[in-house]
DNA sequence: CCTACCGATCGGTAGG
DNA sequence: CCTACCGATCGGTAGG
């Protein structure tokens, strides 16, 4: 709730008035809001390159430009920016997703509902696969690690919250990997065969290096060719 | 240097004969090799379950029954615990891996040198993906966990040696895997291969939860399964 | 969002 | 290996 946002009590003070459509923000809410994404950007960050529990409140503070005490004022506890910093990854990652899905002309409804009739799932798993690389190693993706290392460091709730948001971005990967077991394509459990092919993707925060020559979509094709079995000829 | 290599000063002193063959310990060495164990096993547990700055050092001696000062009777800093931790991990690791190998009548050095000549390397990768998951999942196990998640915690030197020990552990899957690529049973770049492979498997610290089912058997299984085209009939 | 501050905890040490 | 301790740092808060 803004002060706005009250009616205005007895006086004869000018009322402005209310807009329509979508309030506009005030300069003020504006800047906050920016803050506050600065805020989890930093976080982010540094929690990455140092951890959860060497980073202190004041080197976020810092790297935002901000006095020792004020991230309380955005955040109730350094507990809640580092939820804040992997709920809004995972939020952010869902929605590339599903728009790299939409893009290939797939939809996610569609493809839940007519799982037994793909069409071409390896290409599916191919754009899941290159866009999940995205997700992890490209530019300014820091809480797929902040989520790796730092999951003990949630409350309960944050984890119950985060584990639905993982639910919610695996959703598609299931319909595609069951109809390549189908085919032939993909040998042995399909949980097993899931948690696998995620881990071997996820490991990749570990050792990929851009320096090193391999490109994001090398890597895609390397795991692509890996895990399934080419499409009959 | 214990008191008792010393030459007996000057003085009516009776002088025990000095012991043939490997000198003994004294029971005073023996508790101390002890105590130092034991706080390696307590650092390890500890830091998997909280992580290494969340662990007090205070903490590692409470577990131990000692009081606040004396882990640094044995170990010069926190950070010396867990090079120490992770180092002997890897060396126990290494040393239970080419068990693994002898016992399947496969000597290490032999693989190495006759790489072109493996008659069945995919058993050889059922050996080695088994006893991973043992070393990785097994009772007692929690220095792999404690390298994922602290690695960034090591000095430059500790980093190099562990490096080196893991380049180690490593050696026999490098053979084994061109072999499989050679026979047609793998498919992709070897190294990218690898690099998945040991992700695919290092993962399940995340997910594995012997209460849910799977053995580490079945783990072992589904991951040949997904990686390695059978043999042919 | 800043200033000034608090209580708690931490890694490590001296001296025995 | 214990006792007693130090200096530093930390998350968080009151009041503005």
Redesign the pocket.
Known sequence: MTARKLSPAAGGAVVAPRPRGRPRKTADEL??GN?RRELVAAAGRLFRQQGFDA????DIAAATG?????P???FD???ALLGAVMAEGMAAAIARQEQALREAGCDLIVLLKKEHEMPNPRRLLAILVRNHFDVLLGPGSDFIPVMLYEWRSLTDAQRADLARLQRDYEAPWVPVLAALQRAGQLRGDVKLARLMIFGALNWSVQWYDPAQGASLADLADAALALFVAPDAA
């Open positions: 800047a906050d803050r980073t202190s409140t004041r901000m006095r020792s005490g004020s309380f004022y955005h506890s350094k507990q």
